[in-house]
């Protein structure tokens, strides 16, 4: 079966599921992406789809025509009524599993069976007179195509729908009458409330509306004894197609294809993703479909941390957007400035983009290059192995060798202050020595970092500088912009918090 992820190769539900979790998804906040998302959808058995990365620059591209052909509303529609009417069939199957009478257990199939391949028809019926342009819609319309036309295909539908006309055509009537109910095979289907509603016409409000009483009378699925009754009379009355159902019932066993189910969760998966990122345009915010390219320019315009936007739209917060460039000859982005100026945040909204544009999906961003890889590594700060001095910086020595181990050309790398426990002038040169690494594999770094002397290194390096209020009171902007690192905010800002600044001092020693 047609897969949307793949080309070529197919995953099984159960191979996806022993994919681990990648080691920059909590780094980058995608963990709380991926929960909010089977949140909104109360569908969680599709997160480890997350993480079944694209390796290859056609895999990527194959994964943005589906999304393209899902963003077309024709498309969307038709792939929206596929899913539902297979849902009907597995709903149907789930009842023949759960019941005991055999008659029951048999109809319940032979129902799934023509909603099954029903819907597969529709399908087709429809990517007839709306093509789709994705690789994997089209080769889904020819496969399901030539299953529906096999001979088996056709004699098992045939039968399924002789047995279903024949049960359509059965009637009986149920008089209820205090303690008493009369059963007969006799049907009338004349409404008897119609001469009631005639001669009472005119006391009936003009607002008034009569809704025929449509609930089913006997709503639970297992068969009670009236049913049961019913059911022996019908049977005695229509033994031939009794017989039929049973043989039929007996010969068939479940149809429906592991390849399809799986096939239902991969389109659930992207469905509904695009319809999750598509909810911060409401919000105002961009969306848009990357475009991939095999160099390493790179070009993100009003591009934000999608996780942190989902939290401040619904604290009615403003949303900081920023943008990023590099040109295909500069080899790094470094991202200096104050502390808790939005660089921690840009530098997860940069891993964010590269990851949706990976999978296919849209980015955070209202323009978006990005050059095609094929691994994101990250390290950002955490606690652990945070005992003592030592400790802290021996834990991000052994990460930083198991990462350097793994870059290649196709890779990013994303850090986040590094060596913080470090002396200023020790940081400096790990930090150079480890930038050279990185740089030799030619990989895509983007280093935030408290020692700005490092954008100052080369005329390739792309600087970015986090800004803030020039009023003296060093306040926040959140913007990020391409300047000449100084280093001149990230000390105002630390001298502001120690007051050092000349009224501090000066009013310290006329107190003395």
């Not at 020595?433 to 954008?455: G, P, Q, S, W």
């Amino acid at each position: 079966m047609i897969s949307l992820f793949w080309p070529e190769d197919t995953m099984t539900y159960e191979d996806v599921c022993t994919i681990p979790e990648p080691s920059f998804f909590r780094d980058l906040n995608l963990d709380q992406y991926a929960a909010e998302w089977a949140e909104s959808y109360d569908d969680r058995e599709l997160i480890p789809y997350f993480y079944c990365e694209a390796k290859s620059y056609d895999v990527a591209k194959y994964r943005q025509e589906v999304i393209r052909d899902l963003s077309d509303p024709e498309i969307s529609e038709i792939i929206d009524d596929f899913v539902s009417k297979i849902g009907e069939a597995v709903r149907c199957r789930q009842c023949a599993d759960n019941v005991l009478e055999a008659s029951q257990k048999y109809k319940w199939n032979t129902d799934c069976i023509l909603q099954y391949y029903q819907a597969m028809e529709d399908l087709c019926v429809a990517f007839n007179r709306v093509p789709p342009k994705s690789r994997a819609f089209y080769a889904l319309h020819q496969e399901l195509f030539r299953l529906l036309n096999t001979s088996a295909v056709r004699r098992l539908r045939v039968t399924a729908k002789t047995i279903h006309d024949e049960f359509e055509k059965m009637r009986f009537h149920i008089s209820i009458n205090k303690d008493k109910a009369t059963f007969d095979l006799s049907y009338n289907p004349a409404d008897y409330c119609a001469p009631l509603r005639l001669a009472l016409a005119n006391t009936i409000a003009e607002d008034e509306v009569f809704v025929p009483f449509r609930d089913h009378p006997f709503p639970a699925m297992d068969v009670s004894p009236l049913e049961s009754f019913i059911l022996k009379q019908l049977e005695k009355e229509n033994r031939q197609v009794f017989l039929q159902l049973t043989s039929f019932g007996e010969r068939c066993g479940n149809v429906l294809s592991q390849d399809v189910l799986d096939l239902l969760r991969e389109i659930r998966f992207f469905r509904d993703n695009l319809n999750f990122l598509n909810k911060m345009k409401d919000e105002g915010l961009p969306i848009v479909m990357p475009l991939l390219v095999k160099d390493k320019e790179l070009y993100l315009d009003n591009c934000y941390d999608f996780v942190l936007a989902l939290r401040n739209t619904k604290a009615k917060r403003e949303v900081i957007l920023n943008d990023i460039m590099k040109a295909n000859f500069e080899k790094a982005i470094i991202v200096t400035g104050p502390n808790q100026g939005g660089k921690t945040t840009l530098a997860r909204a940069f891993g964010q983009c590269f990851y949706f544009g990976m999978m296919g999906l849209p980015v955070p961003a209202g323009v978006c290059k990005l050059p095609y890889i094929t691994n994101i590594f990250t390290h950002f700060a955490n606690e652990e192995g945070a005992d003592g001095v030592d400790g802290r910086l021996a834990n991000e020595i052994t990460r930083i060798r198991d990462m350097l181990s793994q870059v290649d050309h196709r890779s990013i790398v994303i850090l986040n202050e590094l060596f913080t426990s470090a002396p200023t002038i020790d940081a400096l040169a790990m930090s150079r020595d480890l930038l050279k690494r990185l740089l030799a594999n030619n990989a895509i770094c983007f280093y935030v970092t408290h020692t700005y002397e490092i954008a100052l290194d080369s005329e390739d390096y792309v600087s970015l500088v986090a800004t803030v209020v020039e009023d003296g009171t060093c306040r926040r902007t959140y913007r990020i912009v391409r300047k000449r690192a100084d280093g001149v905010a990230y000390a105002n800002s630390i001298v502001s918090k120690y007051k050092l600044d000349y009224s501090h001092i000066n009013y310290r020693l006329h107190r003395k």
